[in-house]
């Protein structure tokens, strides 16, 4: 079955820039989806088709997707975007979601 | 603005069938992919499968044997069935709407989720 992987942990300093990465088996080939999910809440898109941003959701969040990495990336980071981060795509008529990151903002 | 509400028993003994249903409200169950998804405490996300309005179906191939996805339209619900629960069937169900474009779909929006134990 096809897996997408994520690094369990990224730390970052406000204001800076986070990334976050999702590895799949010629993932570029594929459209990926990101969400937040903050403790305790159910988890919302953030970005879809690779770089879209739903209405909502803050300009600095992109998205990318190239080769074998999609890539979450958070401009200017907030001490309101520490939350778990999850990459998903579709394989084989099925939806795959990467394990996670947790985005700590300290 | 669309709304979706899951429902349904927190506890479930071992063997037996989970059953649960999403309501929908702020809109029309028509022409939308919707789907079930869990999450294990403390673990990740995990697709179960979705039903289009018009009763199709597609399964996560780990589950496929064990779920059961329906739609009724006339209450604006669609519903889910797990047979056979274990312990590794904990988790908290979120309903999502799926909305598709071109060749791929995205969760959006997702309900508040509801968690089910597995339990005698």
């Known amino acids: 079955s096809y897996e997408l992987t994520q690094p369990p942990s990224v730390s970052v300093s406000p204001g800076q820039t986070a990334s976050i990465t999702c590895s799949g088996d010629k993932l570029g080939d594929k459209y990926v989806c990101w969400y937040q999910q903050k403790p305790g809440q159910s988890p919302v898109l953030v970005i879809y088709q690779h770089s879209k941003r739903p209405s909502g959701i803050p300009e600095r969040f992109s998205g990318s997707n190239s080769g074998n990495t999609a890539t979450l990336t958070i401009s200017g980071t907030q001490a309101m975007d520490e939350s778990d981060y999850y990459c998903?795509?579709?394989?084989?008529?099925?939806?795959?979601f990467g394990g996670g990151t947790k985005l700590t903002v300290l | 603005q669309v709304q979706l509400q899951e429902s349904g028993p927190g506890l479930v003994k071992p063997s037996e069938t989970l059953s649960l249903t999403c309501t929908v409200s702020?809109?029309?169950?028509?022409?939308?992919?919707w789907s079930w998804i869990r999450q294990p405490p403390g673990k990740g996300l995990e697709w179960i499968g979705y039903i289009y309005y018009s009763g199709s179906t597609n399964y996560n191939p780990s589950l496929k044997s064990r779920v059961t996805i329906s739609v009724d339209t006339s209450k604006n619900q669609f519903s889910l069935k797990l047979s056979s629960v274990t312990a590794a069937d904990t988790a908290v169900y979120y309903c999502?709407?799926?909305?598709?474009?071109?060749?791929?779909?995205?969760?959006?929006?997702w309900g508040q989720g509801t968690l089910v134990t597995v339990s005698s």
């Open positions: 702020g809109g029309s169950i028509s022409s939308y992919y």
């Open positions: 998903q795509a579709w394989d084989s008529s099925t939806a795959v």
């Open positions: 999502a709407r799926e909305e598709a474009v071109a060749d791929t779909n995205w969760f959006d929006p």
